[in-house]
């Protein structure tokens, strides 16, 4: 079949650069209320960033605004090393993949059908010849090829999530951006998803998700964002950020921050009073 390829080579990503996603100074209103507030961080080749907080702390938005999907108040995104109103439509798509917390679609699509629409940004291009090839690959890793003639409207709500994680990971962006991607998953799929992420940086890719379980962030993250009111009230390794001090006053919960008897990993848990009553 005749394939005709469009003018022009996707963007090129430099081996060394420093962050394939920077917010520089953003700040970002919705409704008329702040709601991301002078904001400095990178997302780096051969890292994973956590982003946590509290509901309301800003962690959703900012993401949105690292992947140029909401207009700032001020301040400035860079992809790739170039503000990001600088890329068409196409080429951000080429550069950041986007997981929203919410997979939903009104026609019934098959499994297949939505992960293959990952591959859009590159029709018509040399990598269109990778197509069946990455498709299979995505819905290997996320565990989704057993019921690839589904319709996706048949699917659970970690089903869903699974599918569009496979579509996410067909894109072949080098600079993933992940909402929640845990929310609606079972303990193994969890494991799944943030391994896959991890083993995403490992190669040389960027990787930013948003996560509500401190424990999942501080085993899979090479650095974390704690957001409070809008604004990054830490920012480093898991060692550094996950402090009981600030995370109590942060989440207004007392916890407890204790390494794991194996790896040495911190363990964030609740500080709980005792249940009268429970049988033992």
């Known amino acids: 079949m005749l394939r005709i390829r469009h003018k022009g080579a996707p963007p090129h990503v430099e081996s060394g650069a420093d962050a394939l996603a920077e917010a520089l100074g953003v700040s970002l209103s919705l409704g008329g209320s702040p709601v991301v507030r002078d904001v400095d961080l990178s997302v780096r080749p051969r890292e994973v960033l956590a982003l946590v907080g509290p509901n309301g702390a800003g962690k959703?938005?900012?993401?949105?605004?690292?992947?140029?999907?909401?207009?700032?108040?001020?301040?400035?995104?860079?992809?790739?090393?170039?503000?990001?109103?600088?890329?068409?439509?196409?080429?951000?798509?080429?550069?950041?993949?986007?997981?929203?917390?919410?997979?939903?679609?009104?026609?019934?699509?098959?499994?297949?059908?939505?992960?293959?629409?990952?591959?859009?940004?590159?029709?018509?291009?040399?990598?269109?010849?990778a197509d069946d090839a990455t498709v299979a690959e995505a819905m290997e890793a996320a565990e989704v090829a057993a019921f690839a003639a589904r319709p996706f409207s048949a699917l659970s709500g970690g089903e869903r999530a699974r599918v569009a994680f496979a579509r996410m990971l067909a894109q072949r962006a080098p600079l993933l951006l992940l909402d929640e991607p845990t929310a609606a998953l079972d303990l193994r799929h969890?494991?799944?998803?943030?391994?896959?992420?991890?083993?995403?940086?490992?190669?040389?890719?960027a990787v930013a998700v948003v996560l509500h379980d401190l424990g999942l962030a501080a085993a899979y993250a090479d650095r974390i964002a704690v957001l409070h009111e809008g604004r990054v009230a830490a920012y480093g390794t898991p060692g550094e950020v996950l402090d009981p001090e600030l995370l109590g006053r942060v989440y207004?919960?007392?916890v407890e921050v204790l390494p794991h008897p194996r790896t040495g990993e911190p363990l964030v848990l609740p500080v709980?009073?005792?249940a009268s009553g429970r049988s033992r």
């Open 272 to 274: 709980r009073r005792a």
């Open 252 to 254: 207004r919960q007392p």
């Open 60 to 129: 959703s938005t900012l993401l949105a605004a690292l992947a140029a999907d909401l207009p700032l108040t001020s301040g400035e995104v860079r992809i790739n090393r170039r503000p990001a109103k600088e890329w068409t439509a196409r080429e951000l798509a080429m550069l950041r993949a986007v997981l929203p917390q919410a997979a939903t679609l009104a026609f019934p699509f098959t499994v297949e059908e939505v992960v293959r629409m990952g591959r859009a940004p590159w029709a018509g291009t040399a990598e269109e010849d």
């Open 190 to 205: 969890q494991e799944l998803v943030l391994r896959v992420c991890r083993d995403r940086a490992t190669t040389g890719d």
